[in-house]
């Protein structure tokens, strides 16, 4: 397949502006999702997590929004900051029962604001 | 501030050396796993532990393995170093499976 290595897709918004990120899952098993955001040079930092049986969770200036259907997880920040530049990761497990897990990450969307 | 402390940050080695390395969790955090980050792409699962044993494993060679210790530490060895190895290795720890999940900061391994 494609190698996404250094082609992350990009979304660039307006300071002050909303931003939505979207993510595709690939498990329809998958019953724990998690989005990240991570900063250049550091590890992913935990910013919001859903569970299979909600559609929406709500954070500070976060919401996640969960399609099953479809298998589609939407970030949305409202009010984007520059602080706000990063990579943002969505993460799926699917819990086997045994204690073990797994996060499977989606291909990253890099955010850029715009001052 | 995580809890999760990885050690060294940094580190290059030579094309089939051996290389540890080390992460610290937060007290009660009995399962840590590891992944690695090639540049531009999303971390990958290498392998779980619980209770100091491994209970999951992705797509990774048996020359990529680990130990957890009772101390809540725990290390990721890599034997026959590729260049391919070269990445951001992070280890992520939480109290049981389903609640958050928790990075350090990683260690990046260069290979040469």
């Known amino acids: 397949g494609e190698s996404v290595g250094l082609h992350l897709p990009t979304l660039s918004v307006q300071e002050g502006d909303n931003s939505i990120i979207n993510c595709a899952y690939s498990?329809?098993?998958?019953?724990?999702f998690i989005w990240y955001k991570q900063e250049s040079g550091k590890g992913p930092q935990f910013i919001i997590d859903i569970r299979s049986n909600m559609d929406k969770r709500q954070g500070q200036r976060v919401t996640v929004l969960l399609n099953k259907t479809v298998k589609h997880l939407s970030l949305q920040i409202a009010a984007t900051q520059p602080g706000d530049s990063a990579v943002y990761f969505c993460?799926?497990?699917?819990?086997?029962?045994?204690?073990?897990?797994?996060?499977?990450f989606g291909k990253g969307t890099k955010l850029s604001v715009i001052p | 501030e995580t809890g999760v402390t990885q050690s060294p940050t940094h580190l290059i080695k030579t094309r089939g050396q051996q290389v540890t390395l080390r992460c610290s969790s937060q007290?009660?955090?009995?399962?840590v796993s590891w992944y690695q980050q090639a540049l531009g792409q999303g971390p990958q699962f290498i392998f779980q532990?619980?209770?100091?044993?491994?209970?999951g494993r992705g797509n990774f060679p048996p020359r990529f393995s680990g130990l957890q210790f009772p101390n809540y530490s725990s290390e990721l060895n890599v034997n026959a170093l590729e260049l391919d190895d070269s990445a951001l290795y992070l280890c992520?720890?939480?109290?049981?499976?389903?609640?958050?999940?928790?990075f350090g900061e990683g260690s990046w391994l260069t290979v040469v």
């Open positions: 498990n329809s098993a998958s019953d724990y």
């Open positions: 993460a799926e497990i699917e819990d086997s029962g045994a204690g073990s897990y797994q996060l499977t």
């Open positions: 992520a720890s939480s109290r049981t499976s389903g609640n958050t999940i928790d």
């Open positions: 007290s009660g955090h009995n399962t």
């Open positions: 532990y619980y209770r100091e044993e491994e209970n």
